[in-house]
């Protein structure tokens, strides 16, 4: 079974300041991992994924995550906060079995709060 | 070219009834994927469809069921509501093995 640690269910930044959101992940076969973000009353918008070769993953509105298979971590990263990118972030673990995809299992989510 | 389209956007019901859930995928994808959200929560899996069959289950009981049409459209259906299932029910379609794409929900509260 595939498991995600989102570390800090909270995190504040001011606005043009680096963006760390921390994720972990437990997996017993190569992982697929995402990031997703809901702003409020919304569905959830793929920020970027991993699924194989480039270890280091650019996404859209400037977010980017590297998988790290020894630390087995997928921290999400923007170099400068914009107040637009206050929402809830989620990262996500799947595995892909025989071609097929199979479920997504989120961790608890960060909220990210941008202030001015 | 239209996304993942659900509705209804909000639902009311009461203890004990029961409720339909739609979802359109997103054009070209032919796998729904449905997702409960609790307040505070990230979304829990509920089941997959591919090919109008169930391929993968999470841990819900039988009160939750679903079904897929031929053109990859699906239903959620919950029997026996209880107020725990007020929740955000998610739908994501995807193409087999590609990203997960989500609509916007349906909020459903249980009175």
Same mark, same amino acid.
């Given at each position: 079974a595939q498991s995600v640690t989102q570390l800090g269910s909270h995190v504040s930044v001011s606005e043009g300041a680096l963006v760390l959101l921390r994720c972990n992940y437990s997996s017993s076969v190569p992982p697929y991992l995402f990031w997703y973000v809901q702003y409020p009353n919304q569905g959830l918008q793929l920020l970027l994924k991993y699924t194989t070769g480039a270890t280091l993953v650019k996404g859209i509105n400037g977010f980017e995550a590297e998988f790290k298979k020894s630390e087995t971590s997928f921290h999400l990263t923007k170099p400068s906060a914009h107040m637009s990118d206050a929402a809830e972030y989620f990262c996500a673990v799947s595995v892909d079995s025989g071609g097929s995809n199979y479920k997504l299992t989120f961790g608890k989510g960060t909220l990210l709060t941008v202030n001015p | 070219d239209a996304g993942v389209t659900q509705s209804p956007t909000h639902l009311i019901k009461t203890r004990g009834q029961q409720v339909t859930l739609r979802c359109s995928p997103k054009s070209g994808h032919d796998t729904v994927s449905w997702y409960q959200q609790a307040l505070g929560q990230g979304p829990q899996f509920i089941f997959q469809y591919y090919e109008e069959e169930e391929r993968q289950r999470g841990?819900?009981? %039988?009160?939750f069921s679903g079904h897929q049409f031929p053109n990859y459209s699906s239903e959620l259906n919950v029997n026996? =509501? =209880? =107020?725990? %299932?007020s929740a955000l029910y998610l739908c994501a379609s995807s193409l087999r093995s590609g990203a997960q794409y989500f609509g916007a929900g349906t909020r459903l509260s249980v009175l």
């Open positions: - | 841990n819900f009981p %039988d009160r026996a =509501l =209880l =107020l725990g %299932d």
